[in-house]
């Protein structure tokens, strides 16, 4: 083999590499771009949950309040024991609902 055959040969070696880099670099940019999207996506469920968790827990503590001021007025006034009644049981069925969350 001459010195121009080896230059060629390395040329195709060349031309290859750079064509399977080039390959390469697409698989990865594909790959980055799914696993943007799918940590883009965890994170907005996760801030959903949370934002969920949030919302039940002040409902509760709203029920919880309202159950606790009737109780102290319970005595003066006849339909805050109706009151008192209903929130208890709204507060019992959706802490039944939500897996007893508290």
């Known amino acids: 083999m001459n010195r ?9 070696d060349n031309a290859e ?3 399977e880099n080039q390959e390469l670099k697409k698989q990865l940019e594909t790959i980055n771009k799914k696993y943007n999207f799918e940590s883009k996506y965890r994170e ?3 801030k959903m949950l949370r ?3 949030t919302r039940q827990k002040e409902f509760i503590e709203y029920l919880e309040n309202e159950i606790e001021l009737c109780e102290l007025t319970s ?14 049981e ?13």
Do not use: Q, R, V, W
Not at 75 to 88: A, C, G, S
């Open 90 to 102: 709204i507060l019992s069925k959706y802490k039944e609902i939500i897996g007893g969350k508290e």
């Open 51 to 53: 934002e969920k968790d």
């Open 17 to 19: 590499l750079k064509k």
């Open 4 to 12: 121009e055959e080896y230059i060629g040969i390395l040329e195709i």
């Open 75 to 88: 005595d003066l006034i006849f339909n805050h024991n109706k009151e008192m009644k209903i929130y208890k």
């Open 44 to 46: 907005k469920n996760y």
